[in-house]
Nanobody, 127 residues
């Protein structure tokens, strides 16, 4: 059974950093394209970042470019989201998702077309 578990969320002050982890079990992560999404209270879920299975290419939402970095460690079957220079507007529940497609595309990100989802981890940016 495919399972994704996020961790690493918490409370951080503005300007601080967090690293989220997305650990996979039941499947080999390197054959899957992985996306990170977030949902703030009262707002729609939005794509934050994505890393392709085929070539490791990445995508970032404009709101996080230059501050967030996605990476994968296939040996640990884990994908990470390093978040720096955090802002209050980054506050949300963050989810990782996996799909056996070769590339991140705007279509699969915009429409959240990923097969498997984690349970989410809360990130709160506040002083």
């Amino acid at each position: 059974q495919l399972q994704l578990v996020e961790s690493g969320g918490g409370l951080v002050q503005p300007g601080g950093s967090l690293r989220l982890s997305c650990a996979a079990s039941g499947f080999t992560l390197d054959y899957y394209t992985i996306g990170w999404f977030r949902q703030a209270p009262g707002k729609a879920r939005e794509g934050v970042s994505c890393i392709s299975s085929s070539d490791g290419s990445t995508w970032y939402a404009d709101s996080v470019k230059g501050r967030f970095t996605i990476s994968r460690d296939n040996a640990k079957n884990t994908v990470y989201l390093q978040m720096n220079s955090l802002k209050p507007e980054d506050t949300a529940v963050y989810y990782c998702a996996a799909d056996p497609v070769p590339l991140c595309t705007i279509t699969i990100i915009r429409h959240s077309l990923f097969d498997s989802w984690g349970q989410g981890t809360q990130v709160t940016v506040s002083s």
